[in-house]
């Protein structure tokens, strides 16, 4: 079993859809947690942290369960620019902050 | 303030040469990672470091060396290039609240 699972998709939804990404991971002992969006050929760049109290950024908002251990992403009123690879994101505190473990993966399209 | 800059942005390599990719930071961070990205998956640490003079192994370590001499600078050694290590390679330095700053990535084809 990967340490950081995420359904691939692909995604494909209109433009103003709503859209929500899921992500499990098994390390209970995880104590960071983030989105990252990833642009075809381009490098992941951070799109938020994702807080136990839940965040909001403008249409995005992540979520954190701990006692499930997954973490969600929703996406809300869908622009052509939000088409990318959704990265989940999972990093140790202390000696292992180093070592991020990085979900495979969520393909969004969005569609005129 | 440049973040996290890699060289070169493309490399073709015939089987058994060399190389080093280059990465550097300007923002002081201590722990800086290598990672992999094949076409369509998802990237795989190779090593990481938590400041100089020390690095460890992460997820595929098998054909690479690294060494961190000073916190600014983390280059990346292929031994003996296989035709299994094309990929995209991306250097990454850790911030504070360990949020992660990539580099733009080196394109390596090994032939």
């Known amino acids: 079993r990967k340490e950081v699972e995420q359904d691939p998709g692909p995604f494909n939804v209109p433009e103003g859809a709503t859209v929500a990404f899921n992500c499990t991971y098994s390390?209970?002992?995880?104590?960071?947690f983030f989105w990252y969006r990833q642009d075809c050929r381009k490098e992941p760049k951070l799109l938020m942290s994702?807080?136990?109290s839940g965040n909001e950024d403008g249409r995005f908002t992540a979520q954190l369960n701990r006692a499930s251990q997954y973490i969600s992403l929703l996406i809300r009123d869908s622009k052509l620019s939000d088409s990318a690879t959704y990265l989940c994101v999972v990093n140790m505190w202390g000696t292992n902050a180093g070592k991020s473990t990085f979900g495979d993966g969520t393909t969004l399209t969005v569609k005129p | 303030n440049a973040g996290v800059t890699q060289t070169p942005k493309f490399q073709v390599l015939k089987t058994g040469q060399s190389m080093t990719l280059q990465c550097a930071q300007d923002?002081?961070?201590?722990?800086m990672s290598w990672y992999r990205q094949d076409p369509g998956m998802g990237l795989r640490l190779i090593h990481y470091?938590?400041?100089?003079?020390?690095?460890d192994q992460g997820e595929v370590p098998n054909g690479y060396n690294v060494s961190r001499s000073t916190t600014e600078d983390f280059p990346l050694r292929l031994l003996s290039a296989a035709p299994s290590q094309t990929s995209v390679y991306f250097c990454a330095s850790t911030g504070v609240a360990y949020e992660q700053y990539f580099g733009p990535g080196t394109r390596l084809t090994v032939t």
């Open positions: 390390n209970s002992a995880s104590q960071s």
């Open positions: 994702v807080y136990s």
């Open positions: 923002m002081n961070h201590e722990y």
């Open positions: 470091s938590v400041g100089a003079g020390i690095t």
